[in-house]
T-cell receptor, first 110, second 114 residues
Framework: EDQVTQSPEALRLQEGESSSLNCSYTVSGLRGLFWYRQDPGKGPEFLFTLYSAGEEKEKERLKATLTKKESFLHITAPKPEDSATYLCAVQSNSGYALNFGKGTSLLVTP | ETGVTQSPTHLIKTRGQQVTLRCSSQSGHNTVSWYQQALGQGPQFIFQ???????GRGNFPPRFSGLQFPNYSSELNVNALELDDSALYLC?????????????FGPGTRLTVT
């Protein structure tokens, strides 16, 4: 059974203080690993897809990396508007469902 | 490009009632997936529709059912509502072809069962 574990559950950063969020996964054949951002009461917003170990993708202050067991979402010099819950999901080769972790709630203070 | 839309935004129902939630997929997308998100949890996969057929189902009972229409829009129906069905219901659309697997989510429908 596919499993996704995200850590930490919550993270508080000062503006400009870089950090990383972790997503550990087990899946029987990875089709893709997905990162989403979710603001309170809204639907998840797509950020990145990673398909194979060693792959990296960047968007503004965010950089996602992938190994065979985990993915990291690095946040460089965060701003208060980066505050949100970040969700990680895996999709196996046997289907199209996204299997999500519980998310990391990020708060960036001025 | 029009994004995924869902209606209604909020809904309050009584235990035992039935509810229908609606979703319009993003233009160019042919697949719709439905997820249930309880407070403080990640979304849980309910089922997916492709070419008007159910294309996969998560661990949800048969009282959760769906439809997809020729224009790729979709409905989620829940019968015999239970208190635990209170959640944010998310619809996501995608293109199931050409190597694109990203799912784009709508804003969700907040269902409260009393």
């Amino acid at each position: 059974e596919d499993q996704v574990t995200q850590s930490p559950e919550a993270l508080r950063l000062q503006e400009g203080e870089s950090s990383s969020l972790n997503c550990s996964y087990t899946v029987s054949g990875l089709r893709g690993l997905f990162w989403y951002r979710q603001d309170p009461g809204k639907g998840p917003e797509f950020l990145f897809t990673l398909y194979s170990a060693g792959e990296e993708k960047e968007k503004e202050r965010l950089k996602a990396t992938l190994t065979k067991k985990e993915s990291f979402l690095h946040i460089t010099a965060p701003k208060p508007e980066d505050s949100a819950t970040y969700l990680c999901a895996v999709q196996s080769n046997s289907g199209y469902a996204l299997n999500f972790g519980k998310g990391t709630s990020l708060l960036v203070t001025p | 490009e029009t994004g995924v839309t869902q209606s209604p935004t909020h809904l309050i129902k009584t235990r035992g009632q039935q509810v229908t939630l609606r979703c319009s997929s993003q233009s160019g997308h042919n697949t719709v997936s439905w997820y249930q998100q309880a407070l403080g949890q990640g979304p849980q996969f309910i089922f997916q529709y492709y070419r008007e057929e159910e294309n996969g189902r998560g661990n949800f009972p048969p009282r959760f059912s769906g439809l997809q229409f020729p224009n790729y829009s979709s409905e989620l129906n829940v019968n015999a509502l239970e208190l635990d069905d209170s959640a944010l219901y998310l619809c996501a659309s995608s293109r199931t072809s050409g190597g694109y697997y990203e799912q784009y989510f709508g804003p969700g429908t907040r269902l409260t069962v009393t």
